[in-house]
């Protein structure tokens, strides 16, 4: 029968999120029914809320999520009650173009629930990256529950569903950092320390961090940043050249996503370096570069889609590193808060006060 849970909607574009009653169905062919522990605020919400997305309101927030399975639907093999889950907004289909060609990371078919969840009256809700998880329980996917080591703590683990495996695996993915790379990470949020703490475990050298808030370089320190640089009165990309005997680095990842860090990044690589973006930009943004510096520099310019990541390969192993305390995914965790506490959440994060808020229930 039905589900009737606490979850956190956005009714309508820019307003503020409200705390309400939802029903959720029990789980069909192919779901999962988890009830949800802990789940990061994410701007990705603060997107969802604002419109920025996509107006499929009302959106029913939250993605970045660990929990419990509860029940699951017809067909589904791999996953039983009480299984402990990291949710993944990834769920690759298996039978896509890319699918079929080996590269499941980059699936155009994604999974999602079938069945929608819903406000009391009966109005879809459109789940946040089809996943909808400021909520007591919700509906997915059965491939988008990850199973993993039930000795990490939830609102720690739930993290990798979004925020670290963005940045971690822009590094280890999508940079493929080698043992002896040199890296600059710019944006120092919880994005870029994953892409820092994931640099260092790829056995990069030299890691640099770059932001304008020092307070955010002195946690960029905490998950392995060898330098860091304050680049609202320096110019990166000189400072980078600098302790790079003039090169620039191997690597430079974008964890900001706006037209002058792009350039930044772009013009402080090494020739032939790798240029990753994973900063989410806005759309209306642009950037410019003369052809001839994209043809003489070589190199590869990519951008990284949450990380480049396969969750059944990745999460399992970021939940096992930091087990063996080679990740430190406590140190992302900023604050505790309630379903109630989620706008004020999104102030915080929008102030650069927090790594993360992480809501547990």
Not at 194 to 222: M, P, Q
Not at 246 to 261: K, L, Q
Request: one cysteine or more.
């Amino acid at each position: 029968m039905p589900h009737e849970v606490r979850a956190v909607v956005a009714l309508k574009k820019g307003a503020p999120v409200e705390v309400q009653t939802i029903v959720v169905p029990d789980p069909g062919p192919g779901e999962a029914l988890v009830k949800v522990q802990a789940c990061g605020v994410c701007h990705t919400d603060l997107h969802y809320r604002e419109g920025a997305i996509n107006d499929d309101f009302p959106f029913l927030l939250g993605h970045e999520a660990a929990g419990i399975v509860e029940a699951v639907g017809e067909g589904v093999t791999d996953l039983s009650p009480g299984d402990y889950v990291v949710l993944a907004w990834r769920a690759p289909c298996g039978s896509c173009r890319s699918c079929r060609r080996g590269r499941p990371w980059y699936c155009f078919e994604s999974r999602n629930a079938a069945q929608p969840m819903t406000l009391l009256d009966g109005t879809p809700l459109s789940p946040a990256l089809g996943i909808g998880a400021f909520a007591e329980k919700t509906l997915v996917a059965a491939g988008q529950a990850v199973k993993v080591d039930p000795a990490a703590r939830p609102e720690a683990a739930g993290l990798i569903g979004c925020g670290v495996m963005a940045g971690y695996g822009a590094a280890v993915n999508t940079g493929n950092v080698q043992r002896g790379d040199t890296v600059a990470v710019i944006g120092c949020g919880g994005v870029g320390n994953a892409a820092i703490a994931g640099a260092c475990l790829g056995g990069a050298r030299k890691v640099i961090a770059v932001d304008i808030d020092d307070k955010k370089l002195d946690r960029a320190e905490k998950f392995g940043a060898t330098h860091t640089i304050n680049s609202r009165g320096t110019d990166p990309i000189e400072a980078v050249r600098a302790l790079t005997d003039g090169f620039g680095v191997d690597i430079a990842i974008d964890a900001v996503g706006r037209p002058e860090t792009y350039k930044q990044a772009f013009y402080m690589r090494d020739h032939a370096g790798v240029l990753v973006q994973v900063g989410v930009p806005d759309p209306d943004m642009t950037v410019e570069i003369p052809l001839i510096d994209l043809f003489g520099r070589g190199g590869a310019l990519k951008s990284s889609w949450y990380g480049d990541c396969l969750p059944t390969r990745d999460f399992p192993v970021l939940i096992d590193q930091h087990l063996y305390g080679l990740l430190d995914l406590n140190g992302f965790v900023t604050e505790k808060i309630a379903l109630d506490q989620v706008e004020e959440a999104f102030a915080k994060m929008h102030r650069g006060e927090v790594l993360r808020s992480v809501v547990v229930l």
